[in-house]
């Protein structure tokens, strides 16, 4: 097939059920469990900066960003990312991974993270974490936990327990006196709460 006959589009709810069946063919009843699923749970995803890929008013390929926090810090999280079998190795993960990125940074998101292959995400701009610096609210292979990080500093504010953006307990603008403790500098970033093969969880 032509990669000039697929449209990438902004996600609207009239795409919901076709991702739905994506992310269930990818991924399988599964999923559920993951601790990226139950973040994305709690506050559900940011349309805003959700894309998917069409070929012939069918979509193929999907994927989602959610805002999350941990600490003071704020990023979105990719994932999920999943594309239909019959058009995997096409590289249209890849493009819908680099509009998501695109979307983030025009947005002001300090950082994207997602738990997903290096070996994938790495050549997109992905690094690990530090080990401990985060920790999911589920189990997670920690060599998994990768960020991309858009302005300096944003991932090393970016540290502890990582939840839903709308759930956070720490605000993002802090009392430098309250951060202290964790060695946090004062954050001049806007108040935005920003946050996953071909697959990221």
């Known amino acids: ?10 996600e609207t709810p009239a795409h ?17 469990v993951l601790a990226a699923y139950k973040i994305r749970e709690a506050g559900g995803h940011d349309r805003s900066m959700s894309f998917v890929a069409v070929k012939d008013d069918t ?8 805002r999350v926090a941990a ?14 079998p019959a058009f995997k190795n096409l590289g249209i ?4 991974v680099a509009i998501a990125l695109e979307a983030a940074r025009k947005a002001g998101a300090p950082a994207v993270i997602l738990v997903g292959d290096e070996p994938y995400y790495g050549p997109l ?3 690990r974490f530090p080990r401990g610096q985060i920790t999911m609210p589920r189990p997670v292979d920690l060599d998994r936990l990768l960020h991309h990080e858009i302005k300096p500093g944003a991932v090393a504010r970016f540290a502890g327990d990582v939840c839903h ?28 709460a920003v946050a996953p093969p071909l697959r990221a969880s």
């Open 59 to 66: 979509v193929i390929a999907s994927v989602r960003m959610t």
């Open 165 to 192: 953006a709308s759930t956070a307990r720490v605000a993002e603008f802090a009392p430098a006196v309250a951060r202290s403790a964790a060695g946090a500098q004062p954050s001049i970033d806007p108040p935005i």
């Open 125 to 127: 701009g992905f690094k």
């Open 16 to 32: 919901d059920a076709e991702i739905e069946a994506i992310n269930d063919e990818a991924f399988g009843p599964g999923r559920f």
């Open 71 to 84: 600490g003071a810090g704020r990023a979105m999280m990719l994932g999920p990312l999943a594309v239909r």
């Open 93 to 96: 993960g890849r493009k819908l």
């Open 1 to 10: 097939m032509s990669l000039a006959d697929v449209k990438y589009l902004p």
